[in-house]
Structure formats: structure tokens, C-alpha cells
């Protein structure tokens, strides 16, 4: 590995995003009148910009030969802040208005999600990840019954602490979280910002994470930093394995990403029923592992009775790991918008798209 001087000063730079970077929600805040307000602002937002678009005949799935023909109540799908959620509900998009629904796209954080669709103010989100949720699914599905479970999307994700595989090849110790606890360890993570401490790299603000609450709980002498948003996580991990630069950072699988980088998941405490509980509590006590999750789809009490044709595919809408990672990439790696990489996966793959609408 080259000599290091651990300056990551491209992390720092901001990727542009086209989401709601809800600050009120961030970190798997818990504080459900902030969400409320928060998911009706955007909500609303979304709304009015549809009301324009129909005024000027810019409704979403009108064509230049006429509106498509009405398959229902138009519905609205949540996307929130990564690429996943982002190519899901684009893919469903796309489908749903070939099939005669219009659709609108609203970007919302994933906590204020769960007021708008128990308000239906949403119709549906495409991507929940569980170990993040445990206590929205308790108040909006079992309890209130204003949100559904539309059942599973398709993969098993698991969130973790990674850094490039270099790394850990230098520092075998760092297989699992106990050689963090040395701070000549952590150190290599150092950055100018975080002094002796090393660096924690988040994505999003506003993602559901305990890593605060790992690193406080466990006495670990490393500083959580937000990048900002999954494409300034991706562009600062880019850049420490081209420099060859430590790293250590919060990411997922199912991504692309590990289909171009060598990337190496540090072993956390296993998930204990206390840590269950703490997430469940939002008490501030998590100290464990990010469990498996398998990821499902929600959707407002409402939308069966609104639109049963919608709710229909939207219930047998599923995407195996290597399909999502497939039109993830096309977007986060080949550069297209989400509407094209999804018309140009949902035209390749038409088997696929008829037993969602059979």
C-alpha cells in the first residue's frame, strides 16, 4: 500500500441530489411530529407540482397522441434518499402508466415516509429496510392499521462497517470491531477534521443507522462524519481505493459498488435481543451488529380501494439482488437518469414485467 497522508478531501465534496435531505429525521431520529410535518410539506409540494403538470396537459403518462387510457386513481410513490429506492419506484413508474396509471414520483426521507402513507397522502413505498423500522411497523401495521405490508421486494440487504479489503489485509485485526478499540488502529482513519480520532464515513443524514450509538456505546475512538448523500459516500470510497487510502465507512449489500470494488465488512457484536429492543425503544443503547434485512414494500391502508389494478402489480412487484445491482449501476455507474436506466431494463426484460401484470 502506498505511504498515506489519510487526507480524504473528496469526500467533502457534495454530489447534487434530487431528494429531500430531511435534517429533522436524520440518523433514525424518532421525533413522529417532525415526520408528520415533514412528510406532509413534501407531500404537498408533490401534489401541487402534479396539479400544474395536469393543468398544462403535462400529465405524468399522457402521450402525444392523448392521455393514456385511465387504469385507475392516479397513485404516488415515495422515493427515498438512494439509488435502490430511486430505480424501484422508477421501474414500478414505468410499468404501472404502460399499464394506464398515472404515477407520481415524490422524494421523501424514509421516517416521514411512514406519516404520509398512514395519512395517504403516499400510496406506497417499494423498499423498507426492517431492522430500521421496527417501531413504525408496531404503530402504522399492527396498530393503527392506516399503513399494509404489500409483502417482500425480493433481497436480503445487510448494513455494515466496511473499509477496502487493502485495509484489512494491512490490518487483520480489523476483522472484526475489537481492533478498532486500539487507537493507533483507529488512528490510520484520522482525518484533519477528526484529530487523533479516526473517521467514521456516513452517506445520507438521513438514513436509519446506530452507528453513533455503536461507536459511543462500545468506547470506540473513532468520530461519526456525514458525507451527505450515497453518491459522496461512493465518490470518497472511489477515491481512497484509487489513492490506496484507508477508509472506514457505513454501506450496504445489496450495491453495485462491490461489483467493482474489493470491499471487506468488519465484524460487529452479534444482534442481542437487548439491542432488538433498544432499536425498538429508540433508547440510544444499540451496541450490535446491523441484523439481516429482508427488504418489503408498504402501502397506504387506502390504495386496494383506490386503484385495485395498482395495488395488484404492486404486490407481485419483486427484484432479485442482481436485478436492482443491474439498474442501480446503469444509473450510479453508466450515467443514466433512473427513467431511462428503468425503461431500459423494463424493455429488455418483458417476461419479467408481464407476471407482475398478469
Known amino acids: 500500500m502506498k505511504s498515506r497522508t489519510r487526507s480524504l478531501v473528496g469526500r467533502r465534496v457534495l454530489a447534487t441530489?434530487?431528494?429531500?435531505?430531511?435534517?429533522?429525521?436524520?440518523?433514525?431520529?424518532?421525533?413522529?411530529?417532525?415526520?408528520?410535518?415533514?412528510?406532509?410539506?413534501?407531500?404537498?409540494?408533490?401534489?401541487?407540482?402534479?396539479?400544474?403538470?395536469?393543468?398544462?396537459?403535462?400529465?405524468?403518462?399522457?402521450?402525444?397522441?392523448?392521455?393514456?387510457?385511465?387504469?385507475?386513481?392516479?397513485?404516488?410513490?415515495?422515493?427515498?434518499?438512494?439509488?435502490?429506492?430511486?430505480?424501484?419506484?422508477?421501474?414500478?413508474?414505468?410499468?404501472?402508466?404502460?399499464?394506464?396509471?398515472?404515477?407520481?414520483?415524490?422524494?421523501?426521507?424514509?421516517?416521514?415516509?411512514?406519516?404520509?402513507?398512514?395519512?395517504?397522502?403516499?400510496?406506497?413505498?417499494?423498499?423498507?429496510?426492517?431492522?430500521?423500522?421496527?417501531?413504525d411497523y408496531e404503530t402504522y401495521i399492527t396498530g393503527e392499521g392506516?399503513?399494509?405490508?404489500?409483502?417482500?421486494?425480493?433481497?436480503?440487504?445487510?448494513?455494515?462497517?466496511?473499509?477496502?479489503?487493502?485495509?484489512?489485509?494491512?490490518?487483520?485485526?480489523?476483522?472484526?470491531?475489537?481492533?478498532?478499540?486500539?487507537?493507533?488502529?483507529?488512528g490510520i482513519f484520522a482525518t484533519a477534521e477528526t484529530g487523533d480520532n479516526g473517521q467514521f464515513l456516513m452517506g445520507d443524514p438521513s438514513y436509519v443507522s446506530y452507528d453513533e450509538q455503536i461507536i459511543a456505546n462500545?468506547?470506540?475512538?473513532?468520530?461519526?462524519?456525514?458525507?451527505?448523500?450515497?453518491?459522496?459516500?461512493?465518490?470518497?470510497?472511489?477515491?481512497?481505493?484509487?489513492?490506496?487510502?484507508?477508509?472506514?465507512?457505513?454501506?450496504?449489500?445489496?450495491?453495485?459498488?462491490?461489483?467493482?470494488?474489493?470491499?471487506?465488512?468488519i465484524a460487529l457484536p452479534e444482534v442481542t435481543e437487548e439491542c432488538n429492543a433498544s432499536a425498538a425503544a429508540g433508547d440510544g443503547a444499540y451496541a450490535c451488529d446491523y441484523p439481516p434485512d429482508v427488504l418489503y414494500k408498504a402501502a397506504s391502508a387506502g390504495l386496494e380501494e383506490k386503484n385495485p389494478a395498482a395495488f395488484a402489480v404492486l404486490q407481485k412487484f419483486q427484484l432479485t439482488i442482481e436485478q436492482q445491482n443491474e439498474i442501480a449501476a446503469l444509473v450510479d455507474s453508466d450515467g443514466m437518469t433512473p427513467t431511462e436506466a428503468a425503461q431500459t431494463w423494463v424493455d429488455a426484460n418483458p417476461d419479467i414485467v408481464a407476471a407482475w401484470t398478469a
Open 218 to 265: 462500545l468506547g470506540l475512538p473513532l468520530q461519526f462524519v456525514v458525507a451527505g448523500s450515497e453518491a459522496a459516500e461512493i465518490t470518497a470510497v472511489q477515491q481512497a481505493v484509487e489513492a490506496e487510502e484507508p477508509l472506514l465507512f457505513y454501506f450496504w449489500q445489496p450495491h453495485w459498488l462491490h461489483s467493482q470494488l474489493d470491499l471487506s465488512e
Open 17 to 135: 441530489a434530487a431528494v429531500l435531505v430531511l435534517t429533522a429525521a436524520a440518523c433514525g431520529g424518532n421525533d413522529d411530529d417532525d415526520a408528520d410535518s415533514v412528510a406532509s410539506t413534501a407531500v404537498s409540494a408533490a401534489t401541487t407540482a402534479a396539479t400544474t403538470a395536469a393543468t398544462t396537459g403535462a400529465t405524468t403518462g399522457a402521450t402525444d397522441g392523448g392521455d393514456a387510457p385511465a387504469a385507475g386513481e392516479g397513485i404516488s410513490l415515495a422515493v427515498n434518499p438512494w439509488t435502490g429506492s430511486a430505480v424501484n419506484a422508477h421501474v414500478a413508474k414505468v410499468v404501472l402508466e404502460a399499464e394506464g396509471t398515472p404515477v407520481e414520483l415524490v422524494d421523501i426521507d424514509e421516517n416521514a415516509t411512514w406519516p404520509g402513507l398512514a395519512a395517504g397522502d403516499l400510496d406506497a413505498v417499494l423498499e423498507v429496510w426492517p431492522s430500521g423500522h421496527v417501531d
Open 146 to 186: 392506516t399503513v399494509i405490508d404489500l409483502g417482500e421486494l425480493g433481497p436480503v440487504a445487510k448494513i455494515g462497517w466496511y473499509v477496502p479489503s487493502y485495509v484489512m489485509e494491512e490490518y487483520p485485526q480489523l476483522a472484526t470491531w475489537e481492533g478498532l478499540m486500539d487507537p493507533e488502529v483507529a
